[in-house]
């Protein structure tokens, strides 16, 4: 029998107190523990990043993380971007004007991986947002509409500051 383990961590603002297996990992504490499936999971292993969320306002993969590991921090998913349907985060304005994305599968970690990257970078090249969204997979777009969005973003970003 698998010892239980307590587990408190801040999501999206709110404090989620949960006794968890140690193995289970971040990924599934969030879809099936706490109910957020805007997280999603390709291939659990890290590689294709439809897991991705923010620790420390870092983009991690959930996939490769025990949610035992994040015990005590604060983390985001893609449910903290927008407050409504009708009230966008500004990069997810950006994917629906460029049409950024055609099943969705993959959006959710493109988005939590691009959210860092520019509140780090601007003012960012076609060349440094391609480098930046290398460990997301697509497999349906060629990401020139991606890389358009995130264009798109970091430009409007700049007008509104």
């Known amino acids: 029998m698998i010892k239980l383990k307590s587990v408190s961590v801040s999501v999206n603002g709110r404090l989620y107190e949960r006794e968890i297996e140690p193995r289970l990992l971040l990924s599934d504490f969030l879809r099936h523990e706490i109910r957020l499936t805007g997280t ?85 090249t076609e060349h440094e947002v391609r480098e930046a969204l290398s460990g997301n997979l697509c497999r349906c777009t060629g990401y020139q509409h991606i890389v358009d969005a995130v264009l798109l973003a970091a430009e409007n970003q700049k007008k509104s500051n």
């Open 40 to 124: 999603h999971v390709g291939c659990e292993h890290g590689v294709c990043g439809a897991c991705t969320v923010l620790l420390d306002n870092k983009a991690v993969r959930a996939c490769l993380l025990f949610a035992i590991q994040v015990d005590g921090q604060e983390l985001f998913t893609v449910e903290s971007l927008a407050e409504s349907q009708d009230d966008l985060h500004p990069l997810q304005n950006a994917f629906w004007e460029t049409h950024g994305l055609q099943c969705g599968f993959c959006t959710p970690g493109i988005l939590m991986t691009m959210i860092p990257f520019l509140e780090e970078n601007k003012d960012p």
